[in-house]
């Protein structure tokens, strides 16, 4: 405990420094910018300002880097909820319940809540980081391939629950999204599958394409069919922020969406991904479920709070081993190598100025955050009061420029318009994208570690029920599965009977 | 942004050069901004390099050098927007051991022509891999890795970072030359692999120094030779592979600067003296060798084309006695 307060007081002394300062403002500022604009992410922001890092200490770059990373997150929740469009593939949870908040004229208090969520979240999931770093890298260390397997076969059976239509129709959406998956080159053998011949396929089709398509272009071409309809969840705005009886139904599902995010943020690979979907199935299974889909505030608490602390925790993966859980951590890598560190083991002992100011920059950065957002809240909520022959030209534009600033390819763009149309149809089969976002991640994931697995055991399956993790997460999966049928096999008989 | 603003301007300014191009060049080169095309994704040691060699031809010909990742399809996407560019010199590409060795033989089709769609600059750096395995392995030297991977066949796992690598081909070549089967099991690269060395999924792995080092030294990994003919400065103490029981074995990762073939002669020898004299300033060349780099020494493009052929043919061996060939 001693240790931890003297590490803690270096951290600060150094987060605090007005340079530290000023380069976490910066990078938590950028970060919420981008993060609003949709389609541009941190990826392409961070590889941008990576030649401005040359010339800062090294402390000072990652501060600022790690800003804009947790930054984006929090920005990122503002588009998924006033205009239903993802910026990062952990938002796509929010815009299920948060855009239908604002349809109700209650974006105010969905975006008080993601902030205050995202606050909470990151403070406590930054502790965690502080207390249990390297015994938490042993743990993430303990899943191999058969235990991503199996997790992953968990968190597809949870999306099942995430429709709140036709479990038929998720079932059928979750399929489609794991056929998209397969298209590129297979890791095994370096074949291209699906890729028509074009080298632009030959890497698989990115998720923001994806969610930009169904989720961008189709919405503002359902929206421009419906004409002024538009106005009236303007009309309706109630308050701004929260009120008590938001704050106490979110006030658990915060805790549990910290928890959860924190727990798989430290998983490389997906596993910061996986959290919001995870934190979103859990509040629908407990208490409930009616209104979820419907503007349910817990909808957006828990996801966005689990997202947010799983950004922090999948620091920890890098900072203790060298091992980046995601592309963006990738860069941050780059942006060490730059000025001469190695991530890994040591950067702990050879340097803990810069590991724990780097934890201490976490926690003032969140605060700096979640003081920039609330008072933006009001102009984000007026900005619905722009007229849309205004605004969907604009983010058309923005999800363009992002698009395109993904690998500098037109294709892109184009393929992202083929999605809009795919997601148009939907909207009118009354499908639900979020499924099938969550088959397109999951499943080449899945293939991957499942053949990796079987590589690694000769041939032999029963490694998924034989290693104890993957069992314990098959079993779980399975229980899962008999709890979401039983009622529908329960009523098929029912209906049998009655014939 | 500041990338989309010169590419527009490139773009903008693409068409006056054409008029006034001529074969009067290497005077009044560069006039306008340079495109750096790195065939892969940002934050790599092959961008982190580009990089800052860019930097280094900005300020020394006050004309803007824009790094342009074009990743994909193992290189092949960026190698081939270079390869059909014009052939002016105001189009570079960060090529590499995959995009002008491997790539060429792996996959049954590429669309470019690797040695007669370029002309090589300057190479820019030769990393060497290293083998390390997983501490839980009893082998402490490169002939006891042999020893068991014969007393046990099949059981070795060795992990690289994707189906083609240097890492994998190594892997194959180790195999060959020792007579032993140890299993490639590929990755989505080379930083999950790493993970699943560290927690002894896989034994062994032919990494890149640099990412490799770190743990080397926190004892979580074991460090048994360098990939290289000769060995690394970074690690005087490692020994090599060829030395320890596999004469011969030689593999490296490099990377170097090329440009479309057709490129004037003047412009090419301006461009790799420009790249020498900024590969041999203090930081650079501090910086590179905090990337186990090893800076080339009499860097010609002839010497550079000479490199590219032999490397050429050895990779077309390895890939064809493993069968690691891409149909």
Known sequence: ?499 | MKRLIGLTLALFLAPASVLCGGNAVAQGYPSKAIRFVVPYPPGGSVDIAARAVAQKLTEAWGQPVVVDNRAGAGGNIGADLVAKSPADGYTLLMGAVATHAINPTLYAKIPYDPVKDFTPVALVVQVPNILVVNPAIPAKSVKELIELARSNPGTLNFGSGSTGSTGHLAGELFNTMAGVKMVHIPYKGAAPAMADLLSGQVQLMFDNLANALPNVRAGRLRALAVTTLARSPAVPELPTIAESGLPGFDLTTWFGIMVPAGTPPGIVAGLNAEIVRALDTKDMRERLEKMGAVPPANNTPERFAAFIRVEAAKYAKVVKESGAKVE
């Open chain 1, 1 to 499: 405990m001693g240790d931890l307060i003297h590490n803690l007081s270096i951290g600060f002394g150094v987060a605090l420094s007005l340079q530290n300062l000023m380069y976490c403002f910066i990078g938590v500022l950028l970060g919420t910018l981008i993060g609003v604009l949709p389609g541009i992410g941190p990826l392409a922001t961070i590889a941008m300002l990576l030649p401005v890092t040359f010339s800062l200490s090294p402390i000072s770059a990652l501060i600022m880097l790690a800003g804009i990373y947790y930054g984006a997150q929090y920005g990122g929740s503002t588009t998924s909820i006033l205009v239903n469009l993802p910026g990062e593939a952990s938002s796509v949870i929010t815009c299920i319940d948060g855009y239908q908040m604002a349809r109700q004229g209650r974006a105010g208090p969905a975006l008080a809540i993601a902030a205050l969520g995202s606050f909470f979240a990151g403070s406590v999931a930054t502790v965690f980081i502080a207390l249990f770093a390297p015994p938490l890298a042993e743990v993430a260390l303990k899943f191999g391939p058969a235990e991503y397997f199996s997790l992953m076969i968990l968190g597809l059976v949870g999306a099942t629950v995430l429709a709140h239509g036709s479990l038929i129709k998720a079932i059928a959406m979750t399929l489609l999204g794991l056929l998209l998956g397969l298209i590129g080159t297979d890791v095994n053998s370096g074949v291209a599958r699906f890729s028509f011949g074009l080298p632009e396929l030959s890497d698989g089709i990115g998720f923001v394409i994806v969610a930009m398509g169904v989720f961008g272009f189709a919405e503002i071409i359902t929206n421009l069919e419906q004409g002024e309809s538009r106005e009236v969840f303007v009309n309706k705005i109630t308050g701004l922020m929260p009120s008590w009886k938001d704050l106490k139904s979110s006030s658990s599902a915060i805790l549990r969406g910290t928890a959860i995010g924190s727990m798989l943020g430290i998983l490389p690979g997906g596993g910061a991904l996986l959290s919001s979907f995870a934190a979103y199935t859990l509040e629908k299974k407990i208490g409930d479920p009616s209104n979820f889909g419907k503007g349910e505030i817990r909808g957006v608490a828990a996801p966005e709070s689990a997202n947010n602390a799983g950004a922090q925790t999948s620091f920890i993966p890098l900072l203790t081993l060298g091992i980046p859980s995601n592309p963006v951590m990738a860069l941050m890598i780059g942006a060490m190598m730059i000025q001469g560190i190695a991530p890994g083991p040591q950067v702990m002992t050879e340097r803990p100025e810069m590991f724990w100011g780097m934890i201490a920059s976490m926690w003032i950065g969140n605060l700096m955050l979640v003081i920039l957002n609330l008072p933006l809240i009001g102009m984000w909520v007026k900005l619905l009061t722009v007229p849309y022959r205004l605004l969907y030209p604009s983010i058309l534009l923005f999800i363009c420029v992002g698009v395109y600033s993904l690998s500098n390819q037109p294709f892109d763009v184009m393929l992202a318009a083929l999605f809009g149309l795919l997601g148009y149809v939907f909207v009118k089969l009354e499908c639900e994208p979020a499924p099938l976002i969550l088959g397109f991640i999951l499943g080449p994931l899945m293939e991957e570690n499942l053949r990796r697995a079987m590589l690694l055991s000769r041939g032999d399956a029963t490694v998924f029920f034989t290693k104890p993790i993957s069992g314990v997460l098959l079993g779980v999966a399975i229980a899962l599965l008999l709890i979401t049928l039983a009622p529908a096999v329960r009523n098929t008989r029912e209906v049998a009977f009655q014939e």
